[in-house]
């Protein structure tokens, strides 16, 4: 039976709010006109979900079906609640422009001639378009969408030039890191040319201009005014800026983040942070660990609470005085201004930051953890949810939630390399922490193959706002072709490609780590096969089978046949390498505890055979939990956060193809 036939029955019996489901699900099905005119108008009067009823009646004026019905409908439901906000909106801004000097043509249209009716869709500025002349609708736009959608700051050697920019958020992004002409002692003005006059004031039922317009830095330019782009403003309006000194970049002036996240342990992030070190329009360090940040910022907001003095506050903390004043008379204080003064207070941070920049700097920040574990678990509805208690440390975190600006990207490395680099690591660091004599704490080989197939941090909610501005790029592209790649991540990130990014530094000076020699290529192709064998690379292309393909990555160990259960199990069982360095770590644990028998510690010999023993069984209890993950993954690759919505793949940075050297790797 079909879901509108369902949907009838459901009516007739008066189930309207089941009915409704039916209706949805029949408007989804893109069946007949009439039959979508019926599923909207009783989804709309019977308290449905009215965004389904919106889309539906939108869609089918555009298809041309019952015009005559839908367009009164429209503007009765949607439109007139909400005209007399649109036309005061429209009416405080014109009358604002009115006044304003830089804007150069006051013929505002009357707000009933507007080309463009705006019907408002729901509570976070979002809005349908209808162009009357053509007679349509248009797609959805969300004025205050927190996404900067393009490269505004690629050329810094003029002042800003922008077209036809509509977002509310994108307005006030540009004229928060644009910084003042005063300033830098140059003209600096942001100029927005709209090609459309018509265009552009009807977008003014939508945008709020107050704030805007008070620094005085925007410049409109309307159509063939573009031709006056830049503007000699000493000729013009008798302002001399080159007579201004250059300031210090202030605390409050950096509002934008670009957060590096980690999505698992070895996948290049170094190679990132050295490429990015030393850009003229950041502060930057080097991967820090999250908990050394979180106690700077407790540590000096501590000092600042204890000093009953500026006095008293430089003599505690060890920064710039010009940082400290501001930091100790700023009202409302935050996490956030604090860590930016503590990365502002780092020479190696600001080492090449130009205070005469046309922008302010943004805050380049890899938070690092020691190891990224993902939980897995089954929800009430049988949905896999994922869980990390690092991911919700970041989400939680008061200096994330104070940045107005975050661009978000992650690197990723194939799965199977990382893997291997990963285990190497964690050997090597137990080796190097195995000093008994000393007391030094002992560090083991954790189970790296399951944390590597659970850890699908590359899905994220797309609602989430520290990951709707973001992007994953591959470090195999960084690599093989860098400067298509970091073009690319340089204009997603809104900074300028500038010449240090060609180059791998620390603190501005060269510098190559022993993993990634700079750009040298050759970290793409190890396989590290003395770390992982293939049952386990076997086993994790299985089961990131849905990211190998999504990403661009081609199987070399997964032969594409089907796994069940029993083979499953049979791979689990092929984990001697990773068990062997599990094991061996693990003994040096169980080699504190003394074996006694009878009450008589045993001989030496016997004591490390019992300790041996008991660091394999204890390895060997890993299978149960690896088995029964295994059978959760093979119902689906279906992912949910902890809210129940859906997960859904980071979007791919796609290197600039005109600037390609190598082909792209599989």
């Avoid at 367009?71 to 906000?85: D, G, T």
Wanted: aromatic share 14%; charged share 25%; glycine share 6%.
């Amino acid at each position: 039976m079909r879901a509108i036939e369902i949907a009838r029955k459901l009516a007739g019996l008066g189930q309207s709010q089941e009915a409704c489901r039916a209706y949805t699900l029949s408007v989804r099905e893109e069946g007949d006109p009439i039959e979508r005119m019926e599923a909207a108008a009783y989804i709309l009067q019977n308290g449905g979900d009215y965004r389904v009823s919106y889309s539906c009646f939108t869609g089918l004026y555009n298809e041309g079906c019952f015009r005559e019905d839908i367009l009164p409908l429209m503007n009765a439901v949607f439109y007139e609640p909400n005209v007399k906000q649109l036309k005061s909106r429209y009416e405080r801004n014109c009358k604002l422009l009115g006044r304003y000097p830089y804007l150069f043509r006051k013929d505002f249209v009357p707000f009933e001639e507007l080309p463009v009716q705006f019907f408002p869709y729901d509570d976070h500025n979002g809005y349908v378009p209808f162009y009357r002349a053509e007679g349509r609708f248009g797609e959805f736009v969300n004025f205050g969408s927190q996404v900067v959608s393009r490269n505004f700051f690629r050329d810094l050697d003029k002042p800003v030039l922008a077209r036809d920019v509509f977002s509310q958020y994108e307005l006030e992004y540009l004229n928060d890191n644009v910084r003042r002409s005063e300033d830098i002692g140059r003209e600096n003005h942001i100029y927005l040319h709209y090609s459309d006059w018509g265009t552009f004031c009807s977008s003014l039922q939508c945008l709020n201009l107050r704030q805007l317009l008070e620094s005085r830095k925007l410049v409109f330019l309307i159509e063939e005014e573009s031709e006056q782009y830049p503007i000699d403003f000493k000729a013009r309006f008798g302002v001399d800026y080159s007579g201004y000194p250059v300031k210090p970049i202030s605390i409050r002036e950096v509002t934008r983040l670009i957060w590096h996240t980690q999505l698992s342990t070895h996948n290049g992030g170094d190679f990132f942070n050295e490429v990015f070190d030393g850009h003229p329009n950041l502060i930057c360090l080097p991967s820090v660990m999250h908990s050394d940040i979180v106690e700077g910022i407790s540590k000096v907001k501590k000092a600042l609470d204890a000093s009953d003095s500026l006095r008293t506050a430089c003599q505690s903390i060890e920064w710039p005085p010009y940082l400290i004043e501001e930091l100790y008379h700023m009202r409302d204080r935050t996490d956030k201004d604090v860590m930016v003064a503590i990365f502002m207070g780092m020479e190696e941070a600001m080492c090449c930051t130009r205070a005469d920049s046309r922008i302010a700097p943004a805050v380049f920040f890899q938070p690092h953890f020691y190891n990224i574990v993902y939980s897995l678990r089954v929800d009430s509805a049988n949905r896999t949810v994922l869980e990390a208690g690092n991911y919700e440390e970041i989400r939680q975190s008061p200096v994330f939630r104070n940045f107005k600006y975050i661009k978000t990207f992650t690197p990723m490395r194939r799965f199977t390399t990382s893997h291997g680099a990963t285990v190497k690591f964690m050997y090597e660091q137990a080796q190097a922490a195995d000093d008994r004599e000393k007391g030094k704490s002992k560090v083991v080989v954790s189970d790296a193959v399951m944390e590597r197939v659970l850890n699908r941090s590359f899905m994220v909610d797309p609602e989430d706002r520290l990951y709707r501005d973001g992007v994953l790029i591959r470090f195999e592209d960084a690599k093989l072709n860098p400067k298509a790649a970091f073009s690319a991540l340089a204009a997603f990130l809104d900074l300028p490609y500038t010449e240090s990014m060609t180059r791998c530094t620390l603190g501005g000076k060269d510098f190559y780590t022993d993993t990634s020699v700079g750009f040298d290529p050759a970290a793409v192709y190890r396989t590290y096969d003395e770390y992982v064998n293939d049952d386990e690379r076997y086993f994790i292309e299985y089961f990131l089978r849905d990211a190998y393909a999504y990403y661009g990555y081609e199987f070399r160990y997964y032969d594409g046949g089907p796994v069940d259960e029993a083979r499953a199990e049979e791979l689990i069982a092929g984990f001697s390498t990773i068990n062997h360095y599990m094991e061996e770590t693990w003994i040096k644990l169980f080699l504190d505890a003394e074996v006694s028998q009878n009450g008589k510690r045993v001989e030496a010999e016997l004591e490390h055979a019992v300790q041996k023993k008991l660091a394999h069984d204890y390895v060997k209890q890993f299978d149960a939990n690896r088995i029964e993950s295994a059978k959760i993954l093979l119902e689906g690759l279906r992912f949910v956060n902890k809210n129940g919505q859906p997960l859904r793949m980071m979007p791919m940075l796609k290197p600039e193809e005109t600037l390609l050297e190598q082909p792209l790797y599989h």
